[in-house]
């Protein structure tokens, strides 16, 4: 296992799978004007992947659920790392740190990015996200048999 932690842009990393941080989902996308990760996500891999995690309904905070990339032929686990107010605690980012890992473990992927999950509109600062993922990391399972990189915000660009 390695684990990296970068500056830098999500979508241009080479993994098996990308993380998307997500809501519970109880909203449909269609309404919603995704932001962030989400936000450039859908610039990037158009609507295909909203419309199969819409499929799943409401997901409890701390849940993932696995999409194609659409356009970007990179599978998807979107992560619910905020709460029905908006909101992520360092407890959700545990849980949706060691959710995704287990997910991607058992579809058989090698490497995984995730961005600061709960950090931007969820309300937790990156230092903290950062420290709630790495714990999760630490104590996972599946862990060692992983390629995983955290992808912090890069200042003036793209998360």
Not at 100 to 109: C, H, I, S
Not at 118 to 128: A, K, Q, V
Request: aromatic fraction near 8%; glycine fraction near 10%; charged fraction near 15%.
């Amino acid at each position: 296992m390695t684990l990296t932690v970068l500056p830098g842009e999500l979508f241009e990393q080479e993994a098996d799978c990308l993380i998307n941080a997500w809501n519970m989902n109880f909203i449909p996308w269609w309404l919603l004007w995704p932001q962030g990760v989400s936000g450039r996500l859908k610039q990037l891999a158009g609507p295909e992947p909203f419309r199969q995690l819409a499929r799943t309904g409401v997901m409890r905070p701390g849940t993932v659920c696995l999409t194609d990339g659409g356009k970007l032929k990179t599978p998807i686990i979107h992560a619910a790392a905020l709460n029905m107010f908006w909101r992520s605690s360092e407890s959700i980012v545990h849980c949706c740190t060691d959710a995704a890992l287990n997910l991607a473990a058992v579809k058989g992927f090698h490497s995984v990015a995730f961005p600061l999950l709960g950090s931007g509109i969820g309300g937790l600062t990156p230092s903290l996200s950062l420290e709630a993922m790495t714990r999760a990391i630490e104590i996972n399972q599946y862990s060692k048999t992983l390629d995983i990189k955290i992808i912090t915000y890069r200042k003036g660009g793209a998360v």
